[in-house]
């Protein structure tokens, strides 16, 4: 891995970050592989995954009526490998979710990408993103992992 593809990498995720904050649907829609037929993603809060960048466009314009916004946001822990044409990425990170009618949510959010880089740059082509469920925050030591 280069520490150019890298950055490149991390430029989109930041736009990624950047669009979600500012509920700016046709830039997330931007992100995301022109040329693959399916993408994949999965916010926490549905029960299925988006399929579409059409799908994600609405999702992302919806967005503003489930939350306010993210604040306080600290990364925990990435990771990120570049393979060749494709690179995947995880980041663990803290913040609290405002939602328009509701107690802010506070805690720690999971988020894994996979990224396909085309000659005009790296895309999207899956996302995850989940919360720690209550009952499982003790971790496993780690000879158990």
């Not at 916010?43 to 466009?57: F, K, N, T, W």
């Not at 306010?68 to 609290?96: I, M, N, S």
């Not at 000659?119 to 009952?135: L, T």
């Amino acid at each position: 891995m280069t520490g150019s593809e890298e950055e490149a990498v991390t430029a989109v995720m930041r736009s990624f970050s950047r669009a979600v904050g500012t509920f700016d649907a046709d830039l997330m829609v931007s992100l995301w592989d022109p040329e693959a037929e399916t993408i994949v993603y999965q916010p926490e809060e549905l029960h299925h995954a988006i399929y579409s960048r059409d799908a994600l466009h609405s999702y992302i314009r919806n967005l503003p009526h489930v939350i306010r916004g993210l604040y306080d946001t600290r990364v925990v822990d990435r990771k990120l490998e570049v393979c060749g044409e494709f690179a995947h990425a995880y980041v663990r990170f803290w913040c609290r979710i405002e939602r328009p009618d509701d107690e802010p949510v506070d805690g720690q959010v999971r988020q894994t990408y996979l990224l396909r880089k085309r000659p005009s740059g790296w895309f999207f082509v899956q996302y995850h993103e989940s919360r720690q469920v209550p009952g499982f925050a003790t971790p496993p030591s780690r000879t158990e992992m």
